[in-house]
């Protein structure tokens, strides 16, 4: 992860994206949302949706591993480069989700997230607190899922001690 | 699903409880949220969790799973006492999703959900728009997760036509 200091608004990640299958959309549905329309083709036909779709929870679950392995890939080359890595606390949770388009069979989500807003934390010196709109957009450039995150991530140490200054207005 | 004018603001669901084994938090991590803290007991020990704990995204999913089945089940009784069922329409999404606390190996954790608002759908005449509140609890007592869900569900066909007054408020 970034430092909190080299991180801005505005910041814009490609994180990876993902072909959703039939047959991954029948396992995670299977074990976390047994609907018709996300389980057999047939029975998807006959629903509002008009053909297989993906959970929602699958496609928001898909984010949080393209998010993970792009933050593991970013650390790599960091480390490659001689570079420290910030340590990424823990998400308080997410707002806003919105799953505005099925994610039909075949279909490829690309994923992105983009810094919205920074803030220093006043509970915890040594962290900032990070703003940021998460987006799937299919292959035919249509948004279908939109949630906002925060998460804590670490300052630099020198940044952190009590006679830095910096312009960063402060939170919490 | 309770058709609409069944439905009343402070009716509570116990959907149901699940018991978060190692295996299966080790399993949907490397799948979807590939952390040490979520795949390794030692790496976790070593985390500022200190031990094993779900994805986020794992115990909000089995929400879901809970969540469809508790209506499977009712739509059973249902019909077992010869009653129609309403339609649930599709979801605009989630807000305000707090993970409060960790999802520690062994945990249970017992979801419910709670009726916020209801009112009729302007823009989709045979629909009414519910606001629920859901939850999931540990053994302890202690609230891990929080989020706010809306749902379309189906109006009575005689109270959604024209000549039908009731004093739900309209909305969108």
Same mark, same amino acid.
């Given at each position: @992860?970034?430092?909190?200091?080299? #991180?801005?608004? !505005?910041? *814009?990640? $490609?994180?990876?994206?993902?072909?959703? +299958?039939?047959?991954?959309?029948?396992?995670?549905?299977?074990?976390?949302?047994?609907?018709?329309?996300?389980?057999?083709?047939?029975?998807?036909?006959?629903?509002?949706?008009?053909?297989?779709?993906?959970?929602?929870?699958?496609?928001?679950? @898909?984010?949080?591993?393209?998010? #993970?392995?792009? !933050?593991? *890939?970013? $650390?790599?080359?960091?480390?490659?480069? +001689?570079?420290?890595?910030?340590?990424?606390?823990?998400?308080?949770?997410?707002?806003?989700?919105?799953?505005?388009?099925?994610?039909?069979?075949?279909?490829?989500?690309?994923?992105?997230?983009?810094?919205?807003?920074?803030?220093?934390?006043?509970?915890?010196?040594?962290?900032?607190?990070?703003?940021?709109?998460?987006?799937?957009?299919?292959?035919?450039?249509?948004?279908?899922?939109?949630?906002?995150?925060?998460?804590?991530?670490?300052?630099?140490?020198?940044?952190?001690?009590?006679?830095?200054?910096?312009?960063?207005?402060?939170?919490?």
């Amino acid at each position: @992860m970034k430092y909190f200091e080299d #991180i801005a608004v !505005g910041d *814009r990640m $490609d994180i990876g994206s993902h072909l959703f +299958g039939a047959d991954e959309i029948k396992l995670f549905a299977a074990q976390f949302d047994p609907q018709p329309f996300h389980m057999d083709e047939a029975a998807a036909a006959q629903s509002h949706f008009g053909a297989l779709c993906a959970s929602g929870w699958h496609t928001a679950s @898909m984010w949080m591993r393209l998010r #993970i392995l792009y !933050g593991q *890939r970013e $650390d790599a080359e960091r480390t490659a480069r +001689g570079e420290p890595n910030a340590t990424l606390g823990p998400s308080p949770g997410f707002r806003e989700l919105k799953w505005l388009k099925p994610v039909y069979a075949g279909d490829t989500i690309s994923y992105a997230s983009e810094v919205a807003d920074k803030r220093l934390s006043q509970s915890r010196p040594r962290w900032g607190l990070i703003q940021v709109h998460n987006t799937g957009t299919n292959q035919n450039g249509e948004l279908v899922l939109s949630f906002k995150s925060s998460a804590f991530v670490e300052r630099r140490s020198e940044a952190a001690s009590p006679t830095a200054t910096d312009s960063v207005r402060r939170a919490d």
